[in-house]
């Protein structure tokens, strides 16, 4: 399950997808909108994309995770829209027999997301708001 959407993530239903008889792990990892960044308060983030090439970008992602590591599952799903604070703007979830194997392929994949995926995201703060990230020309700098 490679996606995208303008509606809140269900994260029972992805670690429901991505649970398997063989899994003795299912790592979840969720990227939320907090309410500060560079020194200004963060209203919301606003997300937008190209749908079609993001899915197909994720599901590239979650194909070579599987041949990286012994992965059982793998589930991600990004927000579209605006996101308010403290809502997931996206969700990852992994399953494997051992836990190292999720973690890893959990970590790669946000990583990937952030490096290649065609999902811009606008930050609007109190006084104004910007797009981050590197269709800007500057390297991403959130964590």
Known sequence: MFRVSREPIDLNALVEYVTDP???AVVPFIGTTRNHNEGRRVIALDYEAYPEMAEKELARIGAEAKQK???CKMAIVHRLGPVQIGEA????????AHRDAAFAASRFAIEEIKKTVPIWKKEVFEGGEVWIGTQSGEEFKGK
């Open 22 to 24: 063989e899994a003795g």
């Open 69 to 71: 590591w012994p992965i």
């Open 89 to 96: 703007s996206v969700i990852i979830v992994v399953s494997s």
